[in-house]
């Protein structure tokens, strides 16, 4: 007899929404939109006859969700080895990396020629994203990670610390001597960090410096990249980690003003599954970043740091 399933799409739809209990994190996880999601999953609980969310403020699973689920998951998981085994043995030298946005293109982008002029016979494929890796369901090497460091169930080893620093182009960090100086200038605010309370706003780090005048122009990004690039381009002061303009500040495209910077418990750091850590090739790729984010090999630490 054929087997009685259900369409493909709409499983890994639902399955993705069960795990984040969030239609926008799952559209994120599989580049669709939340919309897409929600009509994969309405599709779904049509074929089944059952409704699988208990839709409120909070989305939260059915019964019915939370006896499947893990059964889903682990049928995806299968699918996803035969997959890999399926696939040619010219796939074997291929390292998939995750990494953040700005870090990956500001950093890591412009180091790999030389990785790949070390290792010519790994093929590098390189996701930029902001969402944490499930390693179990995505065909994914390695990741670089930006937080506090605590990655439960996975390998993860701290490549650098990370301070927060003002920076602008030289020819408007001309004219700021003095933290008040600041405020003659347009700031540049990165909302998707101060959202997540990694950053703080240039409000509360301008009155840590003595300067409580409120500032009369802030323009809002909602990408590091984006806030990094406006600042090279001369539109405004910018607030950014340090790693991903270090290149900017060495080449003399941007410049750090005030000796300022505030000090950060958060950092990058490689997460590499368990069933990974012995591939040649992953362990190609860790030697090598070790190397490229040793001391010696850094721009020189960040010591100021903001007023008490």
Known sequence: MPRQLPPLNAVRAFEAAARHLSFARAAEELHVTPAAISQQVKLLEDHLGVALFVRGKKLALS???????????????????AM??????TQNNTLVISAPPAFASRWLVPRLE????QHPGIELRLHATKRPVNFQVEDVDVAIRFG?????????????????????????????????DLIAHPLL??????????FPDWITWLATLGVNATPPRIRHFGDA??????AVS????????????????QAGRLVHLLNQSIPSTLGYDLVIPQNRLALEKVVTFRDWLRKQTA??????????????
């Open 63 to 81: 019964d019915t969700a939370h006896t499947v689920l893990p059964l889903l998951s682990e049928a995806l998981d299968q699918i996803e080895r």
């Open 225 to 230: 990249n984006l806030v990094i690039q406006a």
């Open 295 to 308: 001391p010696q090999n850094l721009t020189p630490s960040l010591t100021a740091s903001a007023p008490a």
């Open 84 to 89: 890999l085994k399926a696939r040619p043995n």
């Open 114 to 117: 030389d990785f790949q002029t």
């Open 234 to 249: 001369g539109l405004g002061v910018a607030l950014c980690w340090h790693s991903p303009v270090a290149d900017d500040l």
């Open 148 to 180: 506090a460091g605590s990655y439960p169930g996975l390998s993860s080893e701290r490549l650098m610390p990370e301070a927060i620093i003002p920076v602008a182009a030289p020819a408007l960090a001309a004219s700021i001597r003095m933290p008040h």
């Open 189 to 198: 605010e990165d909302d998707w960090h101060i959202e997540n309370g990694m």
